[in-house]
């Protein structure tokens, strides 16, 4: 495989510390459970990170209690916690159990006059006290000379040789404020890896957008290991994304990690869902548009060989995601003529022409084009019904109030068997779906991949639109929308139709 990087790199193994638990949790506003912490914990176990910063004991009684919970799951990355370089924190550390005590503090003037207040002889002194405590009681000690970045080249390293003397297994170099260059950033590590002997990790946070590439260069210049949140997330801007620095590092560098990268999009999506931040579509590797592509040429391109207009080097399987065709104003014909064959229809040329069409004239009209629309067009376009309709709904019914469980219930023909099903949820259109999703039971298994309400005219009775996207067991999408001035009528229609879609799609793809 080629790899796009310089060759020294090619097949050195890197390691990666991984800090969502900590420097993520410090993102203002969110604040993890007791077990989405665990349930990180593992996942991030199973990708194969080499060490988990699982808290900040010191913090709160919560926080002491959860670290020493993940550091007793017996897991296989090095548990590590955070600690400043006071005794109660370090003993705070090493109560819970931790494989490794990460302390830190100030080195540059600016924090060291304003916060902590200690000249610089005391910093080097607290620095190399706390070292030599960590290993005294057995554990593995990083070093963090905390805004490393904007502090005295000169005095940056007498830190980092004092505390290499007093025993420290490794030492960061964090960009605490973000504010290096790439370039600059390659001169520092390549500094300090000239005058220390044990290994160099970096923590580069993202104010100005650049903290894979600040990584990358810190690696380029001799750091072993980076620190990295799942989804970048972090103080501030945030940290360098996992998902980002591991996948240059393997593809773009040809450098060797423990990742199993094919669990990071899974990884990302359990972040999301426990800190409620959702990446934008075109975030790189794990956004829902990573790899999916509308323009005609494009796919076009992609239909004939992936790699025409996708990096080739990093595939969607390759981090657990799908490629995937979007029909919309920008599309061509080869990715209609693609979509259609997927629900088994072969349109003449003048049908497929003219569906192309009219998808661009609702495209014009700025609406996206859903797969329930696709169906429509067509069955429109060849003059037949093509779909088959496996959900016949006949009546569905909502309560709610203040002081009731939102419960809905759904009677239907499915099959050719009439179902009444009732679920309950946080909402009336919660309580519906879950309803509607209870009939399915011998049918599929369907998990709602995306939802959006979007009013489509002003005041409290605008219409609504729903746009639904429904997964199956084997991840594949299905989307549909529907329109109502009742929102939750819009959302059940919206359902039914998509699953009525993908269980016919389902019936096809189980005969390819
Ligand atoms: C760059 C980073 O991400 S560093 C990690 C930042 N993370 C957090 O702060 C999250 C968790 N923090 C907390 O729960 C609290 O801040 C605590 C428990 C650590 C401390 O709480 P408090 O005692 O109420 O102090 P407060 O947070 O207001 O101020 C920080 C104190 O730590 C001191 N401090 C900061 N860094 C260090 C350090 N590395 N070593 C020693 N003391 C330090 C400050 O000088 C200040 O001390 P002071 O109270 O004697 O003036
Ligand atoms: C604790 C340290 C490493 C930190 O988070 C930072 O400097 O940004
Ligand atoms: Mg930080």
Same mark, same amino acid.
């Given at each position: 495989m080629a790899f796009y990087s310089d060759e020294p790199l090619i097949g050195k193994h890197k390691t990666i510390f991984d800090t969502t638990l900590r420097d993520g949790e410090q993102t203002p506003g969110v604040s993890l459970t007791n077990e989405q912490k665990l349930k990180i914990a593992r996942q991030l176990d199973k990708l194969g990170v080499d060490v988990l910063e699982a808290g900040f004991p010191i913090s709160s009684e919560g926080e002491k209690q959860n670290v020493r919970a993940i550091a007793s799951e017996g897991l296989s /990355?090095?548990?590590?916690?955070?600690?400043? *370089?006071? !005794?109660?924190? /370090?003993?705070?550390?090493?109560?819970?159990?931790?494989?490794? $005590?990460?302390?830190?503090?100030?080195?540059?003037?600016? !924090?060291r006059i304003h916060t902590i207040k200690k000249t610089r002889e005391e910093v080097v002194s607290m620095a190399v006290n706390a070292v030599e405590y960590i290993k005294d009681h057995g554990a593995k000690c990083m070093f963090s000379a905390m805004d490393a970045t904007r502090t005295d080249l000169d005095y940056l390293i007498e830190v980092f040789k004092a505390v290499e003397g007093a025993g420290c297994d490794i030492i960061n170099v964090p960009d605490t404020v973000g504010v290096m260059s790439p370039s600059g950033m390659y001169r520092l590590i390549s500094q300090v890896h000239s005058n220390v002997n044990i290994p160099i990790d970096v923590h580069c946070h993202n104010d100005f957008g650049i903290a894979v590439a600040n990584s990358l260069m810190a690696v380029e210049a001799g750091a072993s290991q980076v620190q990295v949140t799942v989804n970048g997330i972090g103080e501030r801007a945030g940290n360098a994304n996992l998902a980002q620095v591991v996948m240059c590092? !393997?593809?773009?560098?040809?450098?060797?990690?423990?990742?199993?990268?094919?669990?990071l999009l899974e990884t990302s999506k359990m972040v999301e869902n426990f800190t409620g931040i959702h990446m934008p579509p075109n975030t790189p590797i794990v956004g829902d548009n990573a790899f999916a592509h509308e323009s005609g040429i494009h796919t076009h391109g992609v239909l004939e060989k992936a790699d025409t207009f996708e990096p080739g080097i990093m595939t969607p399987e390759m981090v657990g #995601?799908?490629?995937?065709?979007?029909? &919309?104003?920008?599309?061509?014909? #080869?990715?209609?003529?693609?979509?259609?064959?997927?629900?088994?229809? !072969?349109p003449t040329e003048e049908q497929l022409d003219e569906i192309l069409s009219r998808i661009k004239t609702i495209a014009n009209r700025g609406k996206r084009i859903c797969d329930a629309d696709? #169906?429509?067009v067509a069955s429109a376009v060849l003059g037949k019904n093509l779909g088959h309709e496996t959900i016949k709904l006949k009546e569905f019914s909502v309560m709610t109030?203040?002081?009731?469980?939102?419960?809905? *219930?759904?009677?239907?023909?499915? &099959?050719?068997?009439?179902v009444t099903a009732s679920n309950f949820g946080v909402g009336p259109i919660?309580?519906? /779906?879950?309803?509607?999703?209870?009939?399915?039971?011998?049918?599929?298994?369907?998990?709602?991949?995306?939802?959006?309400?979007?009013?489509?005219? &002003? &005041?409290?009775?605008?219409?609504?639109? $729903?746009?639904?996207? $429904?997964?199956?067991?084997?991840?594949?999408?299905?989307?549909? #929308?529907?329109?109502?001035?009742?929102?939750?009528?819009?959302?059940?229609?919206?359902?039914?139709?998509?699953?009525?879609?993908?269980?016919?799609?389902?019936?096809?793809?189980?005969?390819?």
């Amino acid at each position: 495989m080629a790899f796009y990087s310089d060759e020294p790199l090619i097949g050195k193994h890197k390691t990666i510390f991984d800090t969502t638990l900590r420097d993520g949790e410090q993102t203002p506003g969110v604040s993890l459970t007791n077990e989405q912490k665990l349930k990180i914990a593992r996942q991030l176990d199973k990708l194969g990170v080499d060490v988990l910063e699982a808290g900040f004991p010191i913090s709160s009684e919560g926080e002491k209690q959860n670290v020493r919970a993940i550091a007793s799951e017996g897991l296989s /990355l090095d548990v590590c916690g955070l600690a400043r *370089v006071l !005794q109660k924190d /370090l003993d705070a550390c090493i109560d819970c159990g931790v494989d490794m $005590v990460h302390t830190f503090v100030s080195t540059s003037d600016i !924090q060291r006059i304003h916060t902590i207040k200690k000249t610089r002889e005391e910093v080097v002194s607290m620095a190399v006290n706390a070292v030599e405590y960590i290993k005294d009681h057995g554990a593995k000690c990083m070093f963090s000379a905390m805004d490393a970045t904007r502090t005295d080249l000169d005095y940056l390293i007498e830190v980092f040789k004092a505390v290499e003397g007093a025993g420290c297994d490794i030492i960061n170099v964090p960009d605490t404020v973000g504010v290096m260059s790439p370039s600059g950033m390659y001169r520092l590590i390549s500094q300090v890896h000239s005058n220390v002997n044990i290994p160099i990790d970096v923590h580069c946070h993202n104010d100005f957008g650049i903290a894979v590439a600040n990584s990358l260069m810190a690696v380029e210049a001799g750091a072993s290991q980076v620190q990295v949140t799942v989804n970048g997330i972090g103080e501030r801007a945030g940290n360098a994304n996992l998902a980002q620095v591991v996948m240059c590092l !393997q593809s773009i560098y040809g450098v060797k990690t423990n990742i199993n990268t094919e669990y990071l999009l899974e990884t990302s999506k359990m972040v999301e869902n426990f800190t409620g931040i959702h990446m934008p579509p075109n975030t790189p590797i794990v956004g829902d548009n990573a790899f999916a592509h509308e323009s005609g040429i494009h796919t076009h391109g992609v239909l004939e060989k992936a790699d025409t207009f996708e990096p080739g080097i990093m595939t969607p399987e390759m981090v657990g #995601h799908r490629r995937r065709i979007v029909l &919309g104003k920008h599309a061509g014909k #080869h990715a209609v003529k693609q979509s259609l064959s997927e629900i088994g229809i !072969q349109p003449t040329e003048e049908q497929l022409d003219e569906i192309l069409s009219r998808i661009k004239t609702i495209a014009n009209r700025g609406k996206r084009i859903c797969d329930a629309d696709l #169906h429509a067009v067509a069955s429109a376009v060849l003059g037949k019904n093509l779909g088959h309709e496996t959900i016949k709904l006949k009546e569905f019914s909502v309560m709610t109030s203040n002081l009731t469980t939102p419960t809905a *219930v759904v009677r239907a023909i499915v &099959g050719d068997q009439e179902v009444t099903a009732s679920n309950f949820g946080v909402g009336p259109i919660d309580a519906s /779906l879950k309803a509607v999703g209870s009939m399915l039971n011998g049918y599929t298994r369907i998990k709602i991949r995306d939802f959006r309400i979007e009013a489509i005219t &002003g &005041g409290s009775d605008a219409l609504a639109e $729903v746009t639904i996207g $429904v997964e199956d067991e084997e991840g594949r999408v299905v989307t549909a #929308h529907s329109a109502s001035a009742d929102i939750v009528t819009a959302s059940v229609d919206a359902l039914v139709t998509a699953i009525n879609l993908l269980l016919e799609k389902k019936k096809l793809w189980s005969m390819q």
